[in-house]
T-cell receptor, first 114, second 112 residues
């Protein structure tokens, strides 16, 4: 089945140790999003790619970077994780054909920073 | 199957009108309901609702949740052309599925 896949589902890292979260999609969608969701808070958009066009949200910390080497894959790199970066990270995709279309979300990666 | 239904799917009003957008849901392990505004490709967060009957307000926008009847409304008063957008309702599920289930959105057009 076509889907959005995130690996791993749970990631434990150490304070300051770089970590990469991955997302892949079989939907052939143009747009891929990364959201951060902390406990009891709404998901917060970090950035998105429309094809290779990268769009960073104004308040996304520089510590967070993203790569999209091809249509299917998108990575979230956290260069120096702090304790405050512990959260659920959600990847989503959409076709990008029309405004407001449905986003399809992956199951998320829960990041724990020790 | 978890379901979030928004109505109407599209709405055209004149500047200055008040609009009410609806969102109903049928999900397991409900945790919260979220409203987003999407003008181009990425949604902007508006409200998160977890408790029934407590209105959340931000300027001309307000929203309320009814967990007994399983619905939420988003009100926009004194609409402006800048309010034209798609308004997305999403439900956050508890348990092992921590993602969001979105409705199809309401496409709101404000005419001058």
């Amino acid at each position: 089945d076509a889907m959005v896949i995130q690996n791993p589902r749970y990631q434990v890292t150490q304070f300051g140790k770089p970590v990469t979260l991955s997302c892949s999609q079989t939907l052939n969608h143009n747009v891929m999003y990364w959201y951060q969701q902390k406990s009891s808070q709404a998901p917060k958009l970090l950035f998105h790619y429309y094809d290779k066009d990268f769009n960073n949200e104004a308040d996304t910390p520089d510590n967070f970077q993203s790569r999209r080497p091809n249509t299917s894959f998108c990575f979230l790199d956290i260069r120096s994780p702090g304790l405050g970066d512990a959260a659920m990270y959600l990847c989503a995709t959409s076709r990008g054909a029309v405004t407001g279309e449905t986003q399809y979300f992956g199951p998320g990666t829960r990041l724990l920073v020790l | 199957e978890d379901k979030v239904v928004q109505s109407p799917l599209s709405l055209v009003v004149h500047e200055g009108d008040t609009v009410t957008l609806n969102c109903s849901y049928e999900v397991t392990n409900f945790r919260s309901l979220l409203w987003y505004k999407q003008e181009k490709k990425a949604p902007t967060f508006l409200f998160m609702l977890t408790s029934s009957g407590i209105e959340k307000k931000s300027g001309r926008l307000s929203s309320i949740l009814d967990k007994k009847e399983l619905f939420s409304i988003l009100n926009i008063t004194a609409t402006q052309t800048g309010d034209s957008a798609v308004y997305l309702c999403a439900v956050s599920l508890g348990g092992g599925a921590d993602g969001l289930t979105f409705g199809k959105g309401t496409h709101l057009i404000i005419q001058p």
